[in-house]
């Protein structure tokens, strides 16, 4: 190769994780600010990722030469037999799941639905929330965020009951395999906590979404839902030269995978939203006010959100400090040099747009939770990928406008009628998953909003 090679350093890892056991996210925090934003290698025995943080090595590996960093080894094969081979994969079969479901996820498109999306959320706060009465606030966002995306995008064909069959599963689904994440060396013939709770969400799962892909075939076959803009039918549509149980595979991974993906994340970044305005009463303050002023008591609707500046700034800074996807790693296919160091075929680089985000560098009191950071014109002059809570590249979340529209939604559906109180007796500190979940447990009380 060409460029010459600098020498790299390696962190220790395995020691840091077990300071860290009861907060796994703490260890690659340590990690991250001993490198400084320099490609590093993580000693975690016989598997040596490497680390990479720095917005140009991160562009390197997702954009630059994305095609030859693939999602394959740590944590895509430990979930591979929920994500399947669909969206949340890599080559030949990612590339056609992407066509087929990127035009439903265009602006246009999400557009044309935000304001359906924000009845369905005002009818689902009434629904849900019982003012005065404590509850569990990753329950309660979920009971919000599910039943909105299946309505939006899948119609009728995941009914009610279906949803209150798969939140459990796809709960239990990200977060079992936690373990797997931070010790990817241990085979999988190997047993490990959460192996058995992880296959038995699998078949929840399944047990739901298999059944509606062939009700779904079979009102293809008699010519009905021709028109239907729904996912369930749009995906068997594009998947009727793909017989018999393969063509119900693929189906089924790609409605997984998606419905995962566009409820799951969400639900996770908006659970982050009440102890973060617990903690900050300042930012609170100035949310709610804007809140108040814009929406009052009225049904919250997309016509209020250009109105929504602080919320919006909010939002970014929330998706900064807490991005769902919090962990991606990449294998190298072939030979490559990523700022100077060599990295062979088959190493697992470790990126994380939690760790980026965090970088000295890069950001002001990156520890510090503040919204301003993305006042208008703050962002001009920032690197490109410094700020990623979305992934980048040909594998960027096709679901992001969507998020966008769909927080503040939430968020001031409910902060327009009712104000938050937190019952926290610990620190809110992350817990290890696939995505970047609060701990379990945390509850609040919603109290009716008062206005002068």
Known sequence: MATSASPIRTLPFLSRLTKHHRIP????????????????????????????????????????????????????????????????????????????????????????????????????IDETITPGRPFDISRGISAIVHPTIVRLFFGSKISVADIARLVPAYDVAVTAKAMRLVMPFVPEGVPMPGDRAFRRAIKAIDAVVYPRIREARERARQGLDQDSVDVVARLVKAREDVPGEEGERRIRDDLVAMHGASTETSATALTWVWPILDAHPGVAAKVYEEIDRVVGADPVSTEHLPHLPYLKMFVSELLRCYPPGWILPRKAVAPDVIGGVEIEAGSTVLLSPYLTHRLTEFWDAPSVFDPERFAPGRESGRHRYAYWPFGAGPHVCLGQHLFMMEAPLLIAGILRKYRPVVHIDRPVTPRLASSLRPPPGLTMTLVPAGRS
């Open 25 to 124: 996210v703490h260890a690659l925090e340590e990690a991250s600010e001993q490198a400084g934003g320099e490609l590093v290698r993580l000693n975690m025995g016989p598997f040596r990722p490497y680390l990479v943080t720095h917005p140009d090595h991160v562009q390197h590996v997702l954009v630059q030469n994305q095609s030859n960093f693939v999602r394959e080894g740590m944590f895509w094969e430990p979930l591979a037999p929920l994500l399947g081979e669909g969206i949340l994969s890599d080559g030949a079969t990612w590339a056609e799941s992407r066509r087929i479901l990127q035009p439903l996820f265009t602006a246009r498109y999400v557009n044309a639905l935000a304001e359906q999306m924000g009845v369905i959320i005002n009818e689902l």
